[in-house]
């Protein structure tokens, strides 16, 4: 399980972590996707946060009951307190990303819904909101600023069988 802040290498680090491990890499934000039939960013404009917030969550529920692999949380499915409690007993690793890295890597003028006024401003208290509950769950904290996903990778692979 992988979590982290927009822009900590969820899906690019994901990726890796399931070719390495032989095994799928799953993304609950493309679940919740595939179910609304409309991006993320739609689904914030015409249904509203809290009603993405009941997608999101019912998607890692179903994707915890039905995949093996390696799974990447959206950046807030952690907010909820009944996935907080569906993670636990799980693998989670945190992806720990500095607002620099992050902002590079998300770009400012990115479709993400959250980030639309003063990215950067908002970006940084939304990292510094979720980072204790990123901290709790987590059996395993990775840096990743400055590093490149195969490096990333290599270090989630020695935590995991340590």
């Known amino acids: 399980m992988l979590i982290g802040p927009p822009g900590s290498g969820k899906s690019t680090v994901g990726t890796l972590l399931a070719q390495r491990l032989g095994t799928s890499f799953r993304d609950t934000d493309a679940d919740v996707e595939a179910v609304a039939g409309k991006p993320v ?21 179903r994707a915890l009951d039905e995949h093996a692999g390696v799974l990447s949380l959206g950046g807030g499915a952690i907010l909820s307190e009944a996935t907080q409690s569906l993670l636990a007993g799980h693998p989670v690793v945190y992806l720990q990303v500095g607002l ?13 819904p959250l980030l639309v006024l003063n990215p950067r401003s908002r970006l940084k208290q939304l990292m510094d909101e979720r980072r204790p509950i990123y901290e709790r769950l987590a059996s395993l904290i990775v840096a990743t600023d400055g590093r490149t996903p195969e490096d990333i990778t290599d270090e989630i692979v020695k935590g995991l069988t340590a």
């Open 41 to 61: 960013s739609d689904i914030f404009v015409d249904d509203g946060e809290e009603r993405f917030r009941e997608l999101e969550a019912e998607a890692v529920r």
């Open 100 to 112: 620099a890295d992050a902002v590079q890597r998300v770009g400012l003028a990115s479709a993400r």
